[in-house]
């Protein structure tokens, strides 16, 4: 029997909470992996973001059952091969361990098909990783609520959202907001 924790419970209530769509895919090595990013690559509208949640380890993804190394920049080389550069905002959230530590590498690899990558630098545990990346993607989809004063009454507050579409701007949001996000040392990197 193989782990069977699965992003795809939270990421499908997130999905509710800010109507939109998600689309699930599984992969058990590099091939499924290069097929279905190369599938984000060519399409001109959706999906902008790819989530992908597997076992990391220094730049290299571990599916479940397989012990060999995926290597992300080949992966994403092969992907972007023949495609055109990017039909609007696309990004890659690797909900991964040790991953980030190659984040200017992997945007490279995709060869301007990306706009943003993010990933942690270390290892990671599941359940606070797991609320980091969900964190991420709510600020960076819909927005980070703050509390602000209300005129006359300082002490009456309210919310307000604050918007960016820069990955790392959402990234230091979810620091700030999170400790644990840079104990485990979640970074992000837009494309310039």
Not at 131 to 139: C, E, G, K, M, V
Not at 176 to 191: E, I, K, M, P
Request: glycine share 10%.
């Amino acid at each position: 029997l193989v782990d069977s924790r699965s992003m795809r419970p939270f990421l499908e209530g997130l999905a509710s909470t800010l109507d939109i769509t998600i689309v699930y895919r599984t992969f058990h090595t590099g091939r499924d992996l290069t097929h279905w990013l190369r599938q984000m690559f060519l399409a001109k509208g959706r999906p902008r973001i790819a989530y992908i949640s597997s076992h990391g380890r220094g730049r290299f993804l571990h599916a479940s059952l397989q012990d060999v190394g995926i290597d992300l920049r080949r992966v994403l080389a092969a992907a972007s091969r023949g495609t055109r550069r990017s039909h609007g905002k696309r990004g890659l959230l690797l909900g991964a361990c040790e991953i980030g530590r190659d984040l200017d590498g992997i945007l490279a690899a995709a060869r301007g098909r990306l706009s943003w990558v993010a990933g942690y630098e270390v290892q990671v545990p599941w359940v606070e990783s797991t609320l980091i990346d969900l964190a991420f993607l709510s600020y960076l989809l819909s927005g980070r609520r703050v509390h602000a004063a209300n005129g006359k009454c300082a002490l009456r507050r309210q919310l307000r959202t604050t918007k960016t579409s820069l990955s790392e701007k959402a990234a230091a949001w979810v620091g700030q907001d999170f400790g644990v996000a840079q104990a485990l040392r979640f970074r992000a990197r837009d494309w310039s």
